[in-house]
Structure formats: structure tokens, C-alpha cells
């Protein structure tokens, strides 16, 4: 069996990693991720430096080289098109098409969809078109304090919240006006109420029709401890044996799961194909209330890398399954262990700036420590010795263990001993005093 593998983050290294198992992997990335590259080096597989977004050069790829199963699990990828170009050639592959993966590129479309789904899980919100009707929704919601996001993708980065990122209503209404302004020809821009509480996400793996639910998974979206300085694309994740969160009470992971199925559900009966992963990002509020933040077509990044060490079956099996619509109760089952990540990321990354910076490790002794590596924004320049590439999230850290504050500790055991150079970490990802405040946030 050949699989392909689009894109290079440590989300696609999980798995290529969990794909070489049991089948020869080839690549279509931006740059060479070193983790991906051995993988790809390791089954025999073949790598093309290109861009991922590029509908042509992926299938090219693909019927060139006699690939059979190919994952997509990026949103640029997704957004541009790629999986419609493998199904329209015939190659078997996971991954929603494009207007499978609307809910995540279109947020207008998405708060649509969500009403219709599980009405009672969605924010209060408006949807505005022109520049009239944003003043007019500022004028309903008055002082109470808002969350404005832009429709399109944004990296995970570009929904501002009046107390993090905006002074107050009067600011989210100039970035409500200038989003609509940048809009092109179909503005919109997303308006709803600000929720407070603790956020956290569910990674639904479903056929379009069946759905394995993996535990829930807490990221880390904000640069520095204590979540100040500005948002990322995650900072690392963790998820418990339970399946649900500290915060959390089992009959609110139900809720999530029974929501996410909905959702599933409403997309297949709109004919909407969906393969892959519907990626919830929920919010639980001091009252106890379950509230969508937004649907992602595609595993979360680093949410992927806990929940593909978890997966005990064959993934390229699941994969085919995915693919052709075949899923079965039961086929997909998760390990009783729990998880933690770390990313490390350059100096400047969310911060600005555009530096190279070499690092090193000493990857055996990591590995020996039971820490996974995967690789993300860097290249291998001679051995253990690296470059970063760009300004982004460089290399993720993974450990197991009976709870996340177990692993998180072989994880910065292995940063403080085996990692050399500028590279940063949050140091209070999974640690006991932040799992406590977490839930003391939402008074638990
Ligand atoms: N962890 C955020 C994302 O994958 O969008």
C-alpha cells in the first residue's frame, strides 16, 4: 500500500508516523520536516518539495508516483481544493472537499449550520454583511462585550475578544468595520456574544456517517505562562484517561460528543461530504453551559499528535475506512493512557520578526526517555542539528503517563537535558497548579 502525506507541521509528522506502519509514505510538503522525512525515508516512500495548496502538483503527484490512499489534514490544503482534485482522479483519500470543509472557511456558514445542528449549543450572534450592519448589530448588543471574527481562515489566530485583544465595544466595531472593508466581494464578519469560561476541543474522526470520539483535548493558545502575550496556533495540549477534562463532568463529554454527531449528521443530510475529523472548539461557562466556539474540517495542530498516539488500530486500515465511507462502531478505540505535548517555538514566534535560529538534541536520549519528537518548522542540517524555518512552532514534545502532570514531566526532563538553543516553551503546560486553576476559572 503507497499513502501520501500533504503538509509539514507536526500534525501531518503524527501521522505519516502512525501511516508508515503499514504502508510505504511519501510527502507533499512546504519545506523537508525532518520527522516526515525519515518516515518517508524508512518505508521507501518519495518527498516533493512544494506547496501544498496547489490542487495540480498534489494529484500530479499522486498518479505519478501510484499512490492509493492520501491524507489531507491542513485547512489551506483543504480550503484550496485538494481533495476534490484526488476524488475527481479517483484516488481514495481523507479529507472533507472543499464544501465539506465550509464549516471551517466559511464562519458565517458555520454559526448557519450549528443553528440548524444543536441550536442550544450556539453563542449569541449576528452575522453582518456591510458597514450599516455592523452598526446596527453594535447598537443591539450596546455594552455588553463582544467577539468579532473575521469569515475566512486565519491560522487560528484572527477572532479578537474585547478584554484579550480589543479595549471595548467601540474597538470591535472599527475591527468589525475594517474586516468588512478588507471583505472583497462578499463581505461578512461574525459578531457574537464573548463567552466566558474554559475553552478546550473534541477531535470527532468520522466517515462522514460513524464517529469515534477520542478524549477531549485542552490547548494552549497563548504564547507565554499564564496565558498572556498574544495567540498561537497552540502551545501544546494534553488529555486524561478519562476521556473528559479535569473541569469537566462526564455527562458534559457526552454533551460535546452528542453535539459533534449532530453536526455530522446535518452535514450528511445537506449531501456534504465529510471524511476525516470535525474538530470542535467548546466552551464550558461558569454556569455549567456547553457552547460551540467554532468547527475545524481537520484535527487540530497539536491536538492531532495526543490523539494519534492514542489510536490503537492500524491507521492506515482506519484511513481506508474514512475514505470510503465504511467506518463501523467500535473500529476506532483510544489507549487508557494519559497525554501531554509541548511545542517548542523560535524566540520571536507570534511576536513578529523573521529570524533562523540552529538548535540541537540529542534525539536517542529523548526517545530512550519515552518522549516522542515531531518535527515541525525546521530543517535537519547535520545529524541532530537543525535550522528553523520561518517564525513558527519548531519541534512538539509527546509523553504518555497515568495523568498528564506524569507526562509532562519526562517532557521537560527532556527539554532541560537534551535540547540546546534558543528555541522556547511554555513551562505550566499540563502542570498540577495550572490544571487546578483551569478549573478554578470556571469556579470547579
Ligand atoms: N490548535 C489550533 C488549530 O489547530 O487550529
Known amino acids: 500500500m503507497k499513502t501520501l502525506i500533504v503538509g509539514n507541521g507536526g500534525r501531518e509528522s503524527a ?21 516526515i522525512a525519515d518516515v518517508v525515508e524508512k518505508t521507501g516512500g518519495l518527498i516533493k518539495i512544494g506547496k501544498v495548496t496547489d490542487p495540480n502538483l498534489v494529484t500530479d503527484f499522486a498518479e505519478e508516483n501510484g499512490i492509493d490512499l492520501v491524507m489531507v489534514s491542513a485547512d489551506s490544503p483543504l480550503e484550496a481544493g485538494v481533495v476534490d482534485a484526488l476524488l475527481k482522479k479517483g484516488i481514495a483519500t481523507v479529507g472533507p472537499d472543499r464544501e465539506g470543509a465550509r464549516i471551517e472557511w466559511d464562519k458565517a456558514f458555520s454559526r448557519e449550520l450549528i443553528q440548524e445542528a444543536a441550536p442550544e449549543a450556539n453563542p449569541v450572534h449576528r452575522i453582518a454583511r456591510s458597514r450599516e450592519e455592523v452598526l446596527e448589530v453594535f447598537r443591539e448588543f450596546g455594552d455588553a462585550p463582544v467577539a468579532v471574527k473575521p469569515r475566512g481562515l486565519t491560522g487560528g489566530k484572527g477572532v479578537k475578544v474585547v478584554g484579550p485583544h480589543l479595549r471595548d465595544n467601540d474597538n470591535a466595531k472599527n475591527f468589525a468595520l475594517s474586516l468588512i472593508q478588507e471583505g472583497g466581494s462578499d463581505p461578512a464578519v461574525i459578531i457574537e456574544e464573548k463567552i466566558e469560561g474554559v475553552e478546550f476541543t473534541l477531535q470527532a474522526i468520522t466517515d462522514g456517517r460513524t464517529v469515534a470520539f477520542p478524549p477531549a483535548s485542552y490547548d494552549y493558545p497563548y504564547r507565554f505562562e499564564g496565558d498572556k502575550g498574544p495567540g498561537t496556533g497552540g502551545m501544546g495540549a494534553y488529555t486524561m484517561r478519562e476521556r473528559a477534562l479535569p473541569f469537566m463532568t462526564p455527562e458534559e463529554y457526552e454533551k460535546i460528543c452528542s453535539i459533534s454527531r449532530s453536526v455530522v449528521t446535518h452535514l450528511h443530510e445537506k449531501g456534504l461530504r465529510f471524511s476525516g475529523v470535525l474538530n470542535g472548539g467548546f466552551f464550558i461557562t461558569p454556569r455549567g453551559e456547553v457552547r460551540v466556539i ?93 535550522r528553523t524555518v520561518g517564525n513558527s512552532r519548531v519541534m512538539a514534545l509527546l509523553a504518555h503517563g497515568q495523568t498528564p502532570v506524569d507526562a509532562r514531566e519526562k517532557i521537560i526532563e527532556a527539554i532541560a537535558s537534551h535540547v540546546s538553543g534558543p528555541l522556547q516553551h511554555r513551562t505550566d503546560i499540563a502542570s498540577e497548579q495550572n490544571i487546578r486553576h483551569i478549573s478554578s476559572l470556571i469556579g470547579r
Open 294 to 386: 467554532e468547527f475545524n474540517a481537520r484535527f487540530g495542530d497539536p491536538e492531532c499528535m495526543n490523539i494519534m498516539s492514542l489510536v490503537e488500530q492500524d491507521w492506515v486500515d482506519v484511513m481506508g475506512k474514512l475514505a470510503s465511507g465504511t467506518l463501523q462502531e467500535g473500529d476506532i478505540t483510544f489507549r487508557d493512557t494519559a497525554t501531554s505535548l509541548n511545542y517548542l517555538v523560535t524566540p520571536e514566534y507570534a511576536l513578529g520578526g523573521s529570524p533562523g535560529h540552529n538548535f540541537s538534541i540529542n534525539r536517542n536520549a529523548i526517545e530512550s526517555a519515552g518522549v516522542q519528537i515531531h518535527f515541525s518548522a525546521c530543517e535537519r542540517t547535520k545529524g541532530d542539528h537543525y
Open 15 to 35: 501521522l505519516a508516523e502512525r501511516m508508515s506502519e503499514s504502508s510505504k509514505v511519501s510527502a507533499v510538503m512546504g519545506h523537508m520536516n525532518p520527522s
